[in-house]
């Protein structure tokens, strides 16, 4: 009985892994950070297209974001599922689908992040950037984006607790992720149904709260250094 119950967990941990593909929640945990990563990077261009000083970029820039937040993640995933190889002329594999439709996804919403620490920048910070000689760009590289992802990294942080939970969405594509290894279990061993979704449910909430207390310690911190800041000014 205990080797059973054992077994079904390292399925919801692993998968069939190493006999097969990785699955469960690593291949949520792998997703979740591989497009976060991505996505961060991507999201940073796209937000400095969006205070661009062109208007045509910033327009162009926001038109995108805002479309794209307006859909449901469900929907963009099967738009590069199902549409993009209508185009391409051959079908992507389900891993390289759902990382682009999750890195597409991460990017729109962590530029709205940049986007917010950059506009509640105090505009001295600017004007103090821009009176050493340093170019726009220059300013935004070295004095206010460092500034930004200090003061941002919470909200970072939410956001990838809530991608982590979207990225249980790819099972309708066929990735053997830690929902669908929920309900595989369920539609194979019926009596076992009340465990498999409690598990996935466990395995999920100790995942985000985890991550939850470590961005509540980090603000925490941020919220001493800023004390120390204003203390050592006076």
Known sequence: MLADILNHIKMFL?????????GGLA?????AVITMVSGFILGLFLALGRISQNTVIRRIVMCLIENTRALPLLLIVFWFHFVIPLFAGRPLPNLLSAYFSLTFYSAVNQAEIFRGGLMNMNKGQWEVAFSTGLSRCQCIIYVIL????????????GFFISLFKDTSVIYIIGIIDLTQMGKMLSQREPDKII??????????????????LASKRWERKQLKWANGSISSTV
Request: include cysteine.
């Open 14 to 22: 692993v998968g069939p892994f190493p006999h097969g593909p990785l």
């Open 27 to 31: 291949i949520n945990i792998f997703l």
């Open 146 to 157: 460092p500034q930004v992802l200090r003061m941002m990294l919470p909200s970072f942080v």
């Open 195 to 212: 465990f498999s979704y409690v598990m996935v449910a466990i395995l999920y909430f100790i995942f985000c709260f985890i991550l939850s």
